[in-house]
Protein backbone atom coordinates (compact mmCIF):
# COMPACT_ATOMS: atom_id res chain seq x y z
CA UNK A 1 0.00 0.00 0.00
CA UNK A 2 1.70 3.95 -1.06
CA UNK A 3 1.11 5.89 1.42
CA UNK A 4 1.78 10.13 1.62
CA UNK A 5 5.04 10.40 2.56
CA UNK A 6 5.87 12.76 4.91
CA UNK A 7 8.34 15.79 4.00
CA UNK A 8 10.46 15.60 7.13
CA UNK A 9 14.06 15.54 6.92
CA UNK A 10 14.94 15.07 10.92
CA UNK A 11 12.73 14.53 13.91
CA UNK A 12 14.29 16.00 16.97
CA UNK A 13 14.16 13.39 19.49
CA UNK A 14 13.49 13.96 23.48
CA UNK A 15 16.24 11.87 24.43
CA UNK A 16 19.09 14.60 25.64
CA UNK A 17 22.04 12.92 24.34
CA UNK A 18 24.70 15.47 24.99
CA UNK A 19 23.78 16.41 28.01
CA UNK A 20 23.88 12.66 29.46
CA UNK A 21 27.29 12.42 27.65
CA UNK A 22 28.45 15.06 29.25
CA UNK A 23 27.81 13.60 32.74
CA UNK A 24 28.92 10.07 31.97
CA UNK A 25 30.08 7.12 29.44
CA UNK A 26 26.88 5.58 28.48
CA UNK A 27 25.25 2.46 26.71
CA UNK A 28 22.45 3.30 24.31
CA UNK A 29 20.35 0.49 23.48
CA UNK A 30 17.51 0.12 21.08
CA UNK A 31 16.10 -1.74 18.32
CA UNK A 32 17.60 -1.68 14.62
CA UNK A 33 16.02 1.66 12.54
CA UNK A 34 15.01 3.62 15.77
CA UNK A 35 17.42 6.20 15.02
CA UNK A 36 20.17 5.74 16.93
CA UNK A 37 22.91 6.93 14.41
CA UNK A 38 20.82 10.03 13.48
CA UNK A 39 20.53 10.66 17.10
CA UNK A 40 24.70 10.60 17.45
CA UNK A 41 25.01 12.38 14.48
CA UNK A 42 22.97 15.34 15.22
CA UNK A 43 23.61 15.33 18.74
CA UNK A 44 27.51 14.45 18.97
CA UNK A 45 29.42 16.33 15.74
CA UNK A 46 32.36 16.37 17.33
CA UNK A 47 32.19 12.74 18.77
CA UNK A 48 35.50 9.90 17.24
CA UNK A 49 33.05 7.07 15.94
CA UNK A 50 33.86 3.62 15.20
CA UNK A 51 30.62 1.67 13.41
CA UNK A 52 31.31 -1.77 13.82
CA UNK A 53 28.75 -2.26 10.61
CA UNK A 54 31.43 -1.04 8.45
CA UNK A 55 33.56 -3.91 7.95
CA UNK A 56 36.99 -2.15 8.47
CA UNK A 57 36.16 -0.48 11.36
CA UNK A 58 35.27 -4.22 12.93
CA UNK A 59 38.11 -6.31 11.60
CA UNK A 60 40.83 -3.67 12.13
CA UNK A 61 39.12 -3.09 16.02
CA UNK A 62 38.92 -7.03 16.37
CA UNK A 63 42.46 -7.76 15.26
CA UNK A 64 43.50 -4.68 17.81
CA UNK A 65 41.77 -2.69 19.95
CA UNK A 66 44.43 -0.08 20.84
CA UNK A 67 43.20 1.41 18.00
CA UNK A 68 40.66 2.65 19.94
CA UNK A 69 42.95 4.87 22.15
CA UNK A 70 45.15 5.75 18.98
CA UNK A 71 42.13 7.85 18.16
CA UNK A 72 41.75 9.46 20.90
CA UNK A 73 43.40 13.21 20.57
CA UNK A 74 44.63 15.79 23.45
CA UNK A 75 41.06 17.33 22.96
CA UNK A 76 38.82 14.09 22.41
CA UNK A 77 35.89 14.09 25.02
CA UNK A 78 33.51 11.77 23.22
CA UNK A 79 34.24 8.26 21.68
CA UNK A 80 31.42 6.12 20.17
CA UNK A 81 31.63 2.44 19.10
CA UNK A 82 28.18 1.56 17.32
CA UNK A 83 26.86 -1.87 18.21
CA UNK A 84 29.39 -2.70 20.67
CA UNK A 85 27.95 -6.22 20.55
CA UNK A 86 29.24 -7.42 17.48
CA UNK A 87 32.66 -6.99 19.29
CA UNK A 88 32.37 -7.59 23.43
CA UNK A 89 36.15 -7.82 23.52
CA UNK A 90 36.52 -4.26 22.71
CA UNK A 91 35.06 -3.51 26.19
CA UNK A 92 38.07 -4.43 27.78
CA UNK A 93 40.11 -1.40 26.21
CA UNK A 94 37.29 1.00 26.51
CA UNK A 95 37.53 0.03 30.25
CA UNK A 96 40.80 0.98 30.23
CA UNK A 97 40.99 4.09 28.22
CA UNK A 98 37.90 5.63 30.51
CA UNK A 99 40.10 4.55 33.91
CA UNK A 100 43.33 6.37 32.53
CA UNK A 101 41.97 9.02 29.61
CA UNK A 102 38.85 10.45 31.25
CA UNK A 103 37.11 9.93 27.48
CA UNK A 104 33.28 9.05 27.66
CA UNK A 105 32.51 6.62 26.00
CA UNK A 106 28.91 6.01 24.09
CA UNK A 107 28.42 2.28 22.95
CA UNK A 108 25.42 1.63 21.26
CA UNK A 109 24.13 -1.66 20.33
CA UNK A 110 20.70 -3.77 19.22
CA UNK A 111 20.90 -6.20 21.29
CA UNK A 112 22.10 -7.11 25.15
CA UNK A 113 22.65 -10.72 24.54
CA UNK A 114 26.15 -11.17 23.69
CA UNK A 115 27.13 -8.16 25.60
CA UNK A 116 25.50 -10.01 29.09
CA UNK A 117 27.32 -13.23 27.94
CA UNK A 118 30.67 -11.97 27.42
CA UNK A 119 31.49 -8.94 29.25
CA UNK A 120 29.03 -6.02 29.58
CA UNK A 121 30.02 -6.01 33.82
CA UNK A 122 33.48 -5.22 32.92
CA UNK A 123 32.25 -1.43 33.14
CA UNK A 124 30.29 -2.11 36.21
CA UNK A 125 29.50 1.41 37.39
CA UNK A 126 30.92 3.14 34.65
CA UNK A 127 28.57 3.31 32.00
CA UNK A 128 24.86 3.81 32.24
CA UNK A 129 22.01 2.20 30.19
CA UNK A 130 20.45 4.32 27.85
CA UNK A 131 17.45 2.72 25.92
CA UNK A 132 15.89 4.04 22.77
CA UNK A 133 12.42 4.15 21.12
CA UNK A 134 10.81 4.67 17.53
CA UNK A 135 9.17 8.09 17.32
CA UNK A 136 6.94 9.09 20.12
CA UNK A 137 3.56 11.53 19.82
CA UNK A 138 5.55 14.41 21.19
CA UNK A 139 8.59 14.05 19.04
CA UNK A 140 6.33 13.78 16.04
CA UNK A 141 4.06 16.72 17.16
CA UNK A 142 1.75 17.96 13.49
CA UNK A 143 3.21 15.08 12.19
CA UNK A 144 1.40 12.40 14.10
CA UNK A 145 -1.44 10.29 12.62
CA UNK A 146 -2.93 7.63 15.16
CA UNK A 147 -3.86 5.23 12.08
CA UNK A 148 -0.72 5.45 10.66
CA UNK A 149 0.81 4.85 14.06
CA UNK A 150 -0.78 1.32 14.65
CA UNK A 151 -0.67 0.40 11.02
CA UNK A 152 2.55 0.81 10.39
CA UNK A 153 4.10 1.84 13.44
CA UNK A 154 6.91 4.83 14.51
CA UNK A 155 10.06 3.45 13.21
CA UNK A 156 11.61 6.48 11.48
CA UNK A 157 12.17 4.72 8.24
CA UNK A 158 8.77 3.35 8.15
CA UNK A 159 6.65 6.15 9.61
CA UNK A 160 8.31 8.58 6.95
CA UNK A 161 7.99 6.26 4.10
CA UNK A 162 5.38 6.71 0.77
CA UNK A 163 5.45 2.59 0.96
CA UNK A 164 5.40 1.86 4.73
CA UNK A 165 4.38 -1.96 3.86
CA UNK A 166 7.44 -2.55 2.13
CA UNK A 167 9.72 -1.45 4.43
CA UNK A 168 8.11 -3.39 7.42
CA UNK A 169 8.72 -6.27 5.55
CA UNK A 170 11.96 -6.11 4.71
CA UNK A 171 12.36 -4.76 8.38
CA UNK A 172 10.92 -8.33 9.90
CA UNK A 173 13.26 -9.88 6.77
CA UNK A 174 16.57 -8.32 7.82
CA UNK A 175 15.81 -8.85 11.46
CA UNK A 176 15.19 -12.86 11.23
CA UNK A 177 18.40 -12.84 9.07
CA UNK A 178 20.72 -10.49 10.74
CA UNK A 179 19.85 -10.24 14.27
CA UNK A 180 18.92 -14.28 14.69
CA UNK A 181 20.42 -16.39 11.78
CA UNK A 182 23.92 -14.46 11.33
CA UNK A 183 24.48 -14.35 14.97
CA UNK A 184 23.61 -17.96 15.19
CA UNK A 185 21.36 -17.20 18.40
CA UNK A 186 18.79 -19.92 17.07
CA UNK A 187 19.46 -23.39 15.43
CA UNK A 188 16.34 -23.78 13.66
CA UNK A 189 15.11 -20.78 11.72
CA UNK A 190 11.24 -22.16 10.67
CA UNK A 191 10.51 -23.03 14.56
CA UNK A 192 11.81 -19.34 15.71
CA UNK A 193 9.69 -18.12 12.67
CA UNK A 194 6.34 -20.01 14.05
CA UNK A 195 7.08 -18.93 17.55
CA UNK A 196 7.71 -15.03 16.15
CA UNK A 197 3.94 -15.41 14.50
CA UNK A 198 2.60 -16.87 17.58
CA UNK A 199 3.80 -13.99 19.96
CA UNK A 200 3.07 -11.72 17.72
CA UNK A 201 -0.86 -13.14 17.87
CA UNK A 202 -0.22 -12.76 21.85
CA UNK A 203 0.77 -9.00 21.78
CA UNK A 204 -0.50 -6.88 24.76
CA UNK A 205 -1.59 -10.19 26.98
CA UNK A 206 -0.43 -12.44 29.22
CA UNK A 207 1.32 -15.79 27.33
CA UNK A 208 0.34 -19.43 28.04
CA UNK A 209 3.73 -20.81 26.96
CA UNK A 210 2.56 -24.25 27.13
CA UNK A 211 -0.57 -22.78 24.42
CA UNK A 212 2.29 -21.52 22.48
CA UNK A 213 4.55 -24.26 22.39
CA UNK A 214 1.79 -26.49 21.57
CA UNK A 215 0.47 -23.92 18.65
CA UNK A 216 3.97 -23.73 17.50
CA UNK A 217 4.58 -27.63 17.33
CA UNK A 218 7.62 -27.08 20.04
CA UNK A 219 9.41 -27.73 23.07
CA UNK A 220 8.05 -25.07 26.11
CA UNK A 221 11.92 -25.04 26.60
CA UNK A 222 12.36 -23.84 23.13
CA UNK A 223 9.59 -21.17 23.28
CA UNK A 224 11.03 -19.90 26.60
CA UNK A 225 13.83 -19.77 25.15
CA UNK A 226 12.68 -17.66 21.55
CA UNK A 227 10.81 -15.33 24.20
CA UNK A 228 14.41 -14.69 26.28
CA UNK A 229 16.35 -14.04 22.22
CA UNK A 230 12.97 -11.56 21.55
CA UNK A 231 13.82 -10.11 24.62
CA UNK A 232 17.17 -9.94 24.89
CA UNK A 233 16.99 -8.36 21.11
CA UNK A 234 14.76 -5.61 22.21
CA UNK A 235 11.92 -6.38 19.94
CA UNK A 236 9.91 -7.53 22.77
CA UNK A 237 9.35 -6.34 26.28
CA UNK A 238 7.78 -7.99 29.22
CA UNK A 239 5.48 -6.08 31.92
CA UNK A 240 5.95 -7.32 35.01
CA UNK A 241 2.39 -7.84 37.35
CA UNK A 242 1.97 -5.41 40.18
CA UNK A 243 2.01 -7.74 43.77
CA UNK A 244 0.67 -4.92 46.01
CA UNK A 245 -3.01 -5.20 46.15
CA UNK A 246 -4.25 -5.32 49.67
CA UNK A 247 -7.83 -6.81 48.48
CA UNK A 248 -7.47 -9.41 45.51
CA UNK A 249 -4.82 -12.04 45.07
CA UNK A 250 -3.03 -10.71 41.94
CA UNK A 251 -1.92 -12.90 38.95
CA UNK A 252 1.60 -12.50 39.19
CA UNK A 253 1.82 -13.32 35.25
CA UNK A 254 4.12 -11.29 33.20
CA UNK A 255 2.27 -9.36 29.85
CA UNK A 256 4.66 -9.32 26.77
CA UNK A 257 4.38 -6.37 24.32
CA UNK A 258 6.65 -5.85 21.00
CA UNK A 259 8.53 -2.42 20.84
CA UNK A 260 6.46 -1.15 17.92
CA UNK A 261 2.92 -2.34 17.09
CA UNK A 262 4.12 -1.70 13.06
CA UNK A 263 6.18 -5.06 13.93
CA UNK A 264 3.44 -6.71 14.67
CA UNK A 265 1.03 -6.27 11.66
CA UNK A 266 3.96 -6.77 9.63
CA UNK A 267 4.72 -10.26 11.25
CA UNK A 268 1.00 -10.92 10.88
CA UNK A 269 0.51 -9.69 7.73
CA UNK A 270 -2.22 -7.28 8.27
CA UNK A 271 -3.07 -4.38 5.52
CA UNK A 272 -4.05 -0.83 7.15
CA UNK A 273 -5.82 -1.17 10.53
CA UNK A 274 -9.40 0.00 11.09
CA UNK A 275 -11.25 1.77 13.92
CA UNK A 276 -13.41 -0.77 16.17
CA UNK A 277 -11.47 -3.66 15.40
CA UNK A 278 -10.08 -5.83 17.80
CA UNK A 279 -6.93 -5.55 16.27
CA UNK A 280 -7.12 -1.83 16.26
CA UNK A 281 -7.52 -2.05 19.96
CA UNK A 282 -4.64 -3.87 20.90
CA UNK A 283 -2.64 -1.96 18.47
CA UNK A 284 -3.68 1.10 20.40
CA UNK A 285 -2.64 -0.21 23.74
CA UNK A 286 0.68 -1.81 22.18
CA UNK A 287 1.78 1.89 21.81
CA UNK A 288 0.15 3.65 24.57
CA UNK A 289 3.06 1.06 26.38
CA UNK A 290 5.69 2.09 23.18
CA UNK A 291 5.11 5.48 24.42
CA UNK A 292 4.69 5.21 28.21
CA UNK A 293 8.28 3.17 28.49
CA UNK A 294 10.02 5.86 25.91
CA UNK A 295 8.24 8.60 28.68
CA UNK A 296 10.34 6.51 31.51
CA UNK A 297 12.90 6.20 29.59
CA UNK A 298 14.12 9.46 28.98
CA UNK A 299 12.20 11.35 31.80
CA UNK A 300 14.39 8.65 34.14
CA UNK A 301 11.33 8.13 35.58
CA UNK A 302 12.55 5.92 38.88
CA UNK A 303 8.89 4.15 39.40
CA UNK A 304 8.38 1.02 37.46
CA UNK A 305 5.82 0.25 35.11
CA UNK A 306 3.67 -2.56 35.60
CA UNK A 307 -0.03 -3.87 35.29
CA UNK A 308 -2.26 -5.42 36.86
CA UNK A 309 -4.95 -8.70 37.22
CA UNK A 310 -6.91 -9.79 39.92
CA UNK A 311 -7.41 -13.97 40.06
CA UNK A 312 -11.43 -12.67 40.28
CA UNK A 313 -11.02 -11.21 36.49
CA UNK A 314 -10.17 -7.36 37.31
CA UNK A 315 -7.32 -5.80 35.11
CA UNK A 316 -5.95 -2.89 34.35
CA UNK A 317 -3.60 -2.36 32.04
CA UNK A 318 -0.49 -0.14 33.12
CA UNK A 319 0.56 1.07 36.57
CA UNK A 320 3.42 3.52 37.06
CA UNK A 321 4.85 2.77 40.54
CA UNK A 322 1.55 3.22 43.02
CA UNK A 323 -0.15 6.36 42.11
CA UNK A 324 -1.00 6.39 38.32
CA UNK A 325 -3.59 3.48 37.21
CA UNK A 326 -4.22 3.67 33.05
CA UNK A 327 -6.54 1.66 30.73
CA UNK A 328 -6.63 1.93 27.34
CA UNK A 329 -9.50 2.44 25.60
CA UNK A 330 -9.55 2.71 21.53
CA UNK A 331 -13.45 3.68 21.28
CA UNK A 332 -14.67 7.18 20.88
CA UNK A 333 -17.49 6.67 23.76
CA UNK A 334 -16.30 5.25 27.43
CA UNK A 335 -19.22 3.09 28.85
CA UNK A 336 -20.02 2.53 32.06
CA UNK A 337 -18.25 -1.00 31.72
CA UNK A 338 -15.19 -0.07 30.52
CA UNK A 339 -14.30 1.81 34.02
CA UNK A 340 -15.28 -1.30 35.80
CA UNK A 341 -11.19 -2.32 36.48
CA UNK A 342 -10.14 1.12 37.53
CA UNK A 343 -13.38 1.37 40.03
CA UNK A 344 -12.01 -1.86 41.49
CA UNK A 345 -8.68 -0.96 41.67
CA UNK A 346 -9.54 2.22 44.09
CA UNK A 347 -10.03 -0.84 46.94
CA UNK A 348 -6.39 -1.81 46.25
CA UNK A 349 -4.00 0.69 46.84
CA UNK A 350 -3.57 4.91 47.40
CA UNK A 351 -3.85 5.76 43.01
CA UNK A 352 -3.92 9.73 42.69
CA UNK A 353 -4.98 8.82 39.18
CA UNK A 354 -7.20 6.74 37.50
CA UNK A 355 -7.19 7.39 33.86
CA UNK A 356 -9.32 5.66 30.47
CA UNK A 357 -7.17 7.04 27.58
CA UNK A 358 -9.77 7.04 25.23
CA UNK A 359 -10.24 8.13 21.36
CA UNK A 360 -13.01 10.94 22.95
CA UNK A 361 -12.58 14.26 22.02
CA UNK A 362 -12.89 16.11 25.53
CA UNK A 363 -11.86 15.11 28.47
CA UNK A 364 -14.51 14.16 31.68
CA UNK A 365 -14.10 12.43 35.30
CA UNK A 366 -16.92 10.24 36.26
CA UNK A 367 -16.43 8.38 39.68
CA UNK A 368 -13.39 10.20 39.88
CA UNK A 369 -11.83 7.89 36.97
CA UNK A 370 -10.24 10.86 34.44
CA UNK A 371 -11.46 9.93 31.02
CA UNK A 372 -9.31 11.48 28.28
CA UNK A 373 -8.76 11.97 24.60
CA UNK A 374 -4.90 10.48 23.98
CA UNK A 375 -3.45 13.16 22.81
CA UNK A 376 -4.20 15.51 26.25
CA UNK A 377 -3.36 11.99 27.97
CA UNK A 378 0.27 12.33 26.17
CA UNK A 379 0.66 15.69 26.67
CA UNK A 380 0.29 15.71 30.43
CA UNK A 381 2.58 12.94 30.32
CA UNK A 382 5.46 14.42 28.56
CA UNK A 383 4.56 17.64 30.53
CA UNK A 384 4.99 16.01 33.81
CA UNK A 385 1.46 15.94 34.88
CA UNK A 386 2.13 12.54 36.51
CA UNK A 387 5.45 12.53 38.49
CA UNK A 388 4.83 13.00 42.08
Not at 96 to 109: A, D, N, P, R
Not at 134 to 144: I, S
Not at 156 to 162: F, K
Request: with cysteine; proline share 4%; hydrophobic share 40%.
Amino acid sequence: MTVEPLNIEYVPRMLDLRSRMAEKSHFLFGPRQTGKSTLIRNSLPDAVIFDLNVSTDFLNLSRDPSLIGDAVMPDTKIVVIDEIQKAPNLLNEVHHIIESQGVHFLLTGSSARKLRQKGVNLLGGRARVLRFHPLTFRELGDQFDLVRALSYGTLPSVYLSSSPRKELDDYVDVYLREEIRAEGLIRNLQSFSRVLEIAALCNATIVNFEKVASDAQVPRSTVREHFEILKDTLVLFELPAWREGLRRKPNTRSKYYFFDPGIVSAVLRRTELRRGTSEFGFAFESWLMHELSSWVDYQDIERPLSHWRSHSGFAVDFLIGDTVAIEAKATSHVANRDLRNLKAIEDEGTFKHRICVSLETRPRIRDGIEILPYKVFLNNLWDGAYVE
